[in-house]
């Protein structure tokens, strides 16, 4: 009997170092790597990590853009892959991801989306992964700037205060006179959250008075509550807004469940595949979309660059860089800012191109969604 | 007959190995797991040094408020709190801070050069703090009569919500910035408490120390283990159960407290909405891994320290070999490894007791065909279907055997005696 339970524990060990020896195989070359199930990445090499700040299917373009890019520019041949890891939306989170890349051998480059622009443990951590020779790019939400430019050597995304006011203009554009609006954000202290915050109430004008700003800290369930409350506190609030793409869903849902629809507008960040069904069913009045294709293309680019000592494409790609200084010309010349669209519905929009950036392109949702397709893509 | 020295300290050897086998298994397992690592992956044999500091840091961090887990669970409670009274007192602290800092001329208190006199203050109000929430337990408890986990569970909801309240009120009254909801201390000092891999280490192992003191070298350690083991006969006896109920609940949190100011110091924020969420279960896994019994009773502080870092080996272990999505794969090998140390804590006191089926009845049937299913469905993943489909039929025939073999030996047990009987 003894014998009998002393092996059902044995297989079950077994088993578990099996599967850890699994695990293994898929990184030998010439292993089972070919045979993995597609959403592991296959293939060798050292990898090119982006680091999210959180799970969101908006990540699911910048993956698109960076396995484009890893054929594109021929990663494999370098000795290179992509790999994406996705946070838990902690900046504790991100701490820990950073430290574990430090301590590896196989990790050329990190592309972090800063949790907390904030938070210096953050930025401790990439220095930590730039002295143990990993290069490092920041993408979609940079550190702070005054403090921890040194954490990383470029930042790669959108313009958030460009990208904060044409969604406030968007806002004048459908409610020309004005009114109360309120923001939706999942992490209050991120630097996008703050600078598209800002941004928008530049955009929008005087004639709009922000009643709430309210952080959901990723947390869904929060994010719907924070819609309700927020309509709640304020009845003759008129304008929701928001800003990271999961927003969007919430507004949309609480807004449809209370039937305001009628005295509400709604502008969003991002075009995530739930945002753009709720824009076709006529629920959003405008999307400003970043590119986060472009910033997963452009980003393994940089990335591969950098890791090469590929002082021309470095240059190429940030114009300001000096490749025989090998530093920056321009103070602001470590930020390569990714483009920008509104998209409004296909009927009835009042919005006019003129009232917008000249470098924000301005698309229709049919046009928008003919772009998606040209890249197998379901949202951005 | 005499024995001969050498014949004692075989017998000394083989008596400690008996006493300690949960500890020599989890070091047995601990450097399986190494050896695995490190041959498989290049991490631990080009950087030892680098990781070896990094393990220890994260098993210390952990290992602090497993510590008082442990005393709680040996005295026959559960603390489930330990998670919010890590976010709780983590705000205290960041608060206190923020409070005794200097000013700018905006009206922000400035973080960066606080003072050993702060950080004193600080640490000092947030042990108090532990304190008096392991005091509100212990009386929920022994003079409520709320169940430790009924009592410890409100803790859990309420704590955190209190603590993002009580944030958002700090930085309302002290800063410029608002209702904002976390509360940042950029002092280096302070950071290097957390992130500074033998600060966090020292911690522990000093309190492990004195753990090991109260545990194993004190009346008051042994009254802990016998109201752990039966509660009413410790009372009986003469034992003040409900002051010792008060010291274990202190303890627990007091350790969860030290743990918050960690934590905090480590990222340089205390942000209760998120920080220490879901770690009271890691703390109950480290020291149910490390040889607890939930029952009571049962426990070593030993084992604890290994079950900490045996958990924190695995879980590196897996970020170094699992190359995409390591997070992923880490809830489902923590779960499995608890499981498999509780199996292995029955096993040894079923030997004790005479014989147990793990696979009885249907129920045992069905549980074969769920364990096979779930085996190969994590070999599919992590491998690919072909060894995916061998490991579910591996574990198809090899536990429906050990099912099978455990019924005919129940069978014997049952006719054995029957056929003695006169």
């Not at chain 1, 699994?22 to 293939?43: E, T």
């Not at chain 1, 996008?192 to 004008?205: D, H, K, T, Y």
């Not at chain 2, 696979?359 to 045992?364: D, M, S, T, V």
């Amino acid at each position: 009997m003894r014998r009998t339970r002393v092996g059902m524990i044995g297989t079950v060990a077994g088993l578990f170092v099996s599967a850890l020896l699994g695990c293994d195989i898929r990184d030998k070359p010439g292993g089972a790597a070919s045979s993995q199930a597609d959403n592991v990445a296959a293939g060798t090499g050292k990898r090119v990590i982006l680091l999210t700040n959180g799970a969101d299917p908006f990540w699911n373009a910048m993956r698109a853009g960076m396995q484009a890019a890893e054929k594109d520019f021929d990663l494999n041949a370098a000795g290179l892959r992509t790999v994406m890891d996705v946070n838990d939306g902690t900046p504790k989170g991100q701490v820990d991801h950073l430290r574990q890349y430090a301590n590896q051998t196989d990790i050329a480059a990190v592309a972090v989306s800063v949790t907390d622009s904030a938070n210096g443990a953050i930025a401790k951590a990439m220095r930590d992964c730039q002295r143990s020779g990993i290069k490092v790019i920041t993408i979609d939400s940079d550190v702070d700037r005054k403090t921890n430019r040194d954490a990383r050597f470029a930042y790669l995304g959108t313009d958030n205060v460009l990208g904060g006011q044409e969604l406030g203009k968007a806002a004048a554009g459908i409610r020309p006179q004005g009114g109360k609006y309120a923001t939706f954000v999942g992490l209050k202290g991120a630097a996008n959250a703050i600078e598209r915050i800002s941004g928008f109430a530049q955009g929008a004008g005087p004639k709009f008075v922000q009643a709430e700003n309210l952080g959901d800290d990723m947390d869904l369930s929060v994010a719907l509550k924070n819609v309700k409350d927020a309509l709640d506190r304020n009845p003759d609030l008129d304008m929701l807004v928001g800003i990271w793409a999961y927003n969007a869903h919430a507004i949309v849902d609480v807004v449809k469940q209370r039937g305001v629809r009628d005295k509400t507008n709604i502008v969003v960040f991002d075009a995530s595949p739930k945002a753009i069904g709720h824009m076709t069913e006529g629920n959003i009045d405008a999307m400003v979309v970043q590119n986060p294709y472009d910033m997963g293309y452009w980003g393994t680019r940089l990335m591969k660059a950098l890791v090469q000592n590929d002082q021309a494409t470095i240059h190429d790609m940030l114009p300001a860089y000096d490749p025989r200084m090998h530093a920056f010309t321009d103070r602001e010349g470590d930020l390569l800012v990714t483009g920008l669209r509104v998209v409004y519905p296909d009927a009835g929009s009042p919005l006019k191109k003129e009232v917008f950036a000249p470098t924000t392109e301005f698309l229709s949702l049919s046009d928008f969604k003919k772009w998606l397709s040209s890249h197998n893509l379901t949202g951005s | 007959m005499k024995s001969s020295p050498g014949g004692d300290s075989t017998g000394l050897i083989s008596r400690l190995a008996r006493q300690h086998s949960n500890e020599l298994g989890l070091l047995a397992a601990i450097v399986v797991v190494v050896a695995i690592t490190t041959t498989f992956s290049d991490a631990y044999r080009e950087k030892p040094l680098q990781n070896v500091q990094e393990i220890l840091r994260q098993t210390a961090l952990l290992g602090v408020f497993s510590l008082g887990a442990a005393i709680v669970i040996i005295s026959g409670g559960i603390d489930l709190s330990s998670g919010s009274v890590i976010a709780f007192s983590g705000s205290v602290c960041a608060a206190i801070m923020l409070a005794l800092a200097p000013v700018d001329d905006a009206g922000n208190p400035m973080t960066r050069n606080l003072g050993s006199g702060v950080f004193a203050i600080a640490i000092a109000g947030t042990l108090l703090t532990g304190f008096l929430i392991g005091t509100l337990h212990a009386w929920l408890i022994t003079v409520v009569g709320l169940p430790p986990f009924v009592a410890t569970l409100a803790s859990l909801v309420g704590l955190r919500s209190l603590a993002r309240v009580f944030v958002q009120e700090v930085n309302s009254s002290l800063t410029v910035t608002g209702k904002t909801t976390q509360i940042y201390v950029n002092d280096e000092t302070f950071n290097r408490l957390g992130a500074t891999w033998w600060i966090p280490l020292g911690i522990f192992l000093v309190l492990s120390l004195l753990s090991w003191v109260l545990m194993s070298r004190t009346v008051v350690g042994r009254h802990l283990y016998a109201m752990g083991g039966n509660e009413a006969a410790a009372r009986l006896s003469g034992i003040r159960t409900d002051q010792l109920k008060w010291l274990a609940y202190c303890l627990g949190a007091m350790t969860a407290s030290i743990a918050g100011i960690l934590y905090t110091a480590e990222v340089g924020t205390a942000n209760p909405q998120v920080q220490g969420r879901g770690y009271e279960l890691n703390a109950i896994a480290a020291a149910v891994v490390g040889g607890c019994s939930l029952q009571g009773g049962v426990g070593l502080v030993s084992g604890t320290m290994l079950g900490v870092l045996f958990l924190r080996v695995v879980i590196d272990s897996v970020a170094k070999m699992v190359k995409v999505g390591a997070d992923d794969y880490e809830g489902i090998i923590v779960g499995f490894l608890v499981v498999l140390a509780v199996a292995f804590n029955e096993l040894r006191q079923a030997r004790r007791g005479g014989g147990k089926q793990f696979f009885p009845g249907r129920l045992g049937a069905t549980v074969i065909g769920i364990l096979s299913l779930l085996t190969g469905a994590l070999a599919t993943i992590i491998v690919g279907k072909n060894a995916g489909f061998a490991l579910f039929l591996i574990s198809l025939v090899g536990l429906g055997l050990i099912g099978f073999a455990e019924r005919r030996a129940a069978a014997r047990r049952t006719a054995g005696p029957d056929s003695q009987l006169p």
